[in-house]
């Protein structure tokens, strides 16, 4: 899987493999040597666990992401991955061609989450990342906001929110206070309309 990973990517235009490592304790050590834009991490590594060596890139190379690929879809092991760091958790049952282009949202800060459902959904996925790059000059929202405000104009509560995007409900409002402020309103509602003016959503119907 290594050998057909690398030559995925070998493959696709921008990027560029600078190393690759079988054990987690090699990991690190490379990253120093390679300094690389984007780590693809394992969570199953011999000698060092995936989460480890994903909490040691966090705290020594900050600049660098780090997308974790795993073959697990468990909930508590993505949000888990989520809160240490990573920039995206991606299962290994996604179709090799999809991969640069998750991986080129994640660079973006787009990407957060893709779990065995991948493949064409994937692509929707980015290609809906990709309308968000006008709104995003447009309102200076971030990609994250965009992903918020779009869930809560789609009726979802804020707990709601944080279990789809696998968040804490004050996490949710701490975004939403941001988006309110970035948009001039003062209301979901307000929000939604917005949202809706954006091209976000199709329709309020299922607006708060």
Known sequence: ????????LEDAKGFEVVGTATSGLQVEPLVSRTRPDLVLLDLQLPGLDGFSALAILRERHPRCRVVVLSGGDEQATIEETLRQGAAAYISKSIDPPDLPAVLRQALEGNVYYTTTRVGRETVARVVRESEYTEVRRETGLTGRELEILTAVSRGLSNRAVGKELFLSDQTVKFHLNKIYRKLGVSNRTEAA????KLGLVSDLSHAP
Request: proline letters at 0%.
């Open 1 to 8: 899987m290594l050998s057909a990973i690398s030559q995925v």
């Open 193 to 196: 309309k917005a949202a809706h």
